[in-house]
């Protein structure tokens, strides 16, 4: 029998680009609002993380940035292709649902 899995994982994601935000629904019933803006600063690169604690680079365009294209990596993230050229990001299922709740503040969903 297989081991139930812990992680919520997501079962929809929709880019909604007239409100600059990806809405990820979860298998648990949360769904959450990520801004674009909040997917592009936070993004999981070496370009935007750096190599190290301490290098993490500012991104100062964030808040115009739109999400030009998403492909999937394997069963566990997406890679999201920004229109600023941006498209070494992996954001695997718990970064989303992590600035998914970040993004939603105290209460965990909506």
């Known amino acids: 029998m297989a081991e139930p899995r812990q992680t919520p994982w997501p079962v929809r994601l929709a880019f909604q680009a007239s409100h600059r935000r990806l809405r990820a629904s979860f298998d648990d019933g949360a769904v959450f609002d990520i801004p674009y803006a909040l997917l592009r600063r936070e993004s999981p690169s070496a370009e935007v993380q750096g190599h190290g604690p301490g290098q993490k680079r500012g991104v100062p365009h964030a808040d115009s940035v739109m999400v030009a294209a998403a492909e999937p990596v394997g069963r566990y993230a997406v890679r999201l292709v920004f229109d600023d ?20 503040g105290p209460a965990l969903s909506r």
């Open 85 to 104: 050229g941006h498209d070494s990001g992996i954001y695997a299922w718990t970064l989303l649902r992590t600035l998914g709740e970040a993004a939603a």
